[in-house]
């Protein structure tokens, strides 16, 4: 059996950049998610740091020792990282979950401007669990587990239901403290996503209640919108956003 090993986070620091962008993935996903936006990003002379989430990267049994208040923390963690380099300027990108605590940290610390995409404004148990039933097949099959031991991974998810409504309040109350979001803010979500991240686009944009604020679909783009078909132009609105804020 392969083993795995917890991804390391990314940081990518630009000797001249007086500005510093905290990148948060996806739920179930790792630092990939934003690692080629984080080094185009670099390139365009932002210092980019991108923590990686406890358990991802890790079995399934290994993410499901850890809940959202884990995963806050270490966004949290990532944005004193920056702090202590000596970053004055702060902002935040975030993908899915990442776009969920990307929010959260513009609605309680001092960010200078916010980019989310595919970020949910509601999210169900069913919807949490079959990401995680995902995540233990490939987890499983990249390491050369069998099926039966696969699918006695997959039978845990049942108890990890306490974490996942956990998961479901912290979006909750994220979407109800919008009001407190005070910096400019971009919001993008994949036309070819479900359905559900162009009305949670919609209803996070009418309820931020400033007038710097922007929101697209892109009409190749699926719910990983940093790869694939769109993602160039998804890179090149959020370089400029970024540069613009």
Request: charged share 25%; glycine share 8%.
């Amino acid at each position: 059996m392969i083993n795995v090993k917890a991804p390391n986070p990314i940081f990518l620091e630009h000797e001249n950049a007086d500005k510093a962008i905290l990148l948060l993935h996806s739920f179930t996903g790792t630092v990939r998610d934003v690692k080629l936006l984080a080094k185009n990003l670099n390139k365009a002379g932002f210092t980019c740091y991108v923590p990686a989430y406890k358990g991802h990267g890790l079995m399934l049994e290994e993410l499901m020792s850890f809940d959202v208040d884990d995963w806050l923390e270490d966004a949290r963690a990532g944005y004193q990282f920056l702090k202590n380099k000596g970053y004055e300027a702060i902002s935040v990108c975030g993908l899915s979950l990442g776009g969920i605590l990307s929010l959260k940290l513009a609605e309680s610390e001092d960010v200078s401007s916010v980019a989310i995409m595919s970020t949910p404004y509601r999210k169900s148990d069913a919807g949490l669990s079959g990401r995680l039933e995902n995540y233990g097949q490939r987890m499983g099959s990249l390491v050369g587990l069998d099926n039966t031991e696969i699918d006695k991974q997959i039978g845990k998810i049942e108890s990890y239901s306490p974490e996942l409504n956990k998961f479901q309040l912290l979006v909750e109350n994220v979407m109800s403290n919008l009001k407190n979001i005070t910096a400019p803010i971009a919001i993008k979500y994949g036309e070819q996503d479900d359905e559900a991240y162009a009305t949670s686009a919609h209803y996070i944009y009418n309820h931020i209640q400033h007038d710097d604020k922007e929101m697209k679909g892109y009409g190749p783009s699926k719910h990983l919108m940093t790869y694939g078909e769109g993602h160039i132009e998804v890179e090149q609105d959020i370089i400029a956003f970024f540069e613009d804020y």
